[in-house]
């Protein structure tokens, strides 16, 4: 299973863009980038995936390397809301089998 | 549409007792999956199906037996309970292809004394 590497913690001033960064070097060909996020004991939550380009939603941005071996997840205006753990992991859909790594807890301060 | 159904919402077992947890959802979704998150931890897969009658182990599937039966249901079964297995447990489900994210149910809080 491919790994990736996401710093434990980041602050995030409430209004400013939030850019949380995943290393995830030995991803595979076939595999997209996923992002969630689970806010307090909720269940995760989707984000926003990309295979090579980069990606927009309503929620978020997504920024992925030409190696792909990382990418960045923009909210560009963080609210209190936003505060949460966010998981960054490979998927290809042809497994089914979905890894949640560490993440990274953000916290948006006012 | 309701998603995917996590029943119950808590519950409270006592060491060696047996249980299911159910998870139900109406998406269709061919892939399901079981995780569990212990307090202050990340989620780890327990079990995970790509259709019906298929299933496969996770990370942790000790002490979990998992069937899928039909692509609607998910049940988690506990065959004889203990303290390391209270946690919280979230049921997910997913269209199975790219640009289908899991959604995930809102979880059941398991605690085994």
């Known amino acids: 299973d491919a790994k990736t590497t996401q710093p434990p913690s980041m602050d995030c001033a409430e209004g400013r863009a939030a850019n949380l960064p995943c290393n995830h070097s030995t991803i595979s060909g076939n595999e997209y980038v996923y992002w969630y996020r689970q806010i307090h004991s909720q269940g995760p939550q989707y984000i926003i995936h990309?295979?090579?380009n980069n990606e927009t939603n309503e929620m978020a941005s997504l920024i992925i390397t030409e190696d792909r071996k990382s990418s960045t997840l923009i909210l560009p205006h963080a609210t209190l809301r936003d505060t949460a753990v966010y998981y960054c992991?490979?998927?290809?859909?042809?497994?089914?089998?979905?890894?949640f790594g560490q993440g990274t807890t953000l916290q948006v301060k006012p | 549409n309701a998603g995917v159904t996590q029943t119950p919402k808590f519950q409270v077992l006592k060491t060696g007792q047996s249980m299911t947890l159910q998870c139900a959802q109406d998406?269709?979704?061919?892939?399901m999956s079981w995780y569990r998150q212990d307090p202050g931890m990340g989620l780890r897969l327990i079990h995970y199906?790509?259709?019906?009658?298929?299933?496969d182990q996770g990370e942790v599937p000790n002490g979990y037996n998992v069937s899928r039966s039909t692509t609607e249901d998910f049940p988690l079964r506990l065959l004889s309970a203990a303290p390391s297995q209270t946690s919280v447990y979230f049921c997910?489900?997913?269209?199975?292809?790219?640009?289908?994210?899991?959604?995930f149910g809102s979880g059941t809080r398991l605690t085994v004394v």
């Open positions: 199906s790509v259709g019906a009658g298929i299933t």
């Open positions: 990309g295979l090579k």
């Open positions: 998406m269709n979704h061919e892939y």
């Open positions: 997910a489900s997913s269209g199975g292809t790219p640009g289908y994210g899991y959604t």
């Open positions: 992991m490979p998927f290809s859909g042809n497994t089914g089998k979905l890894i």
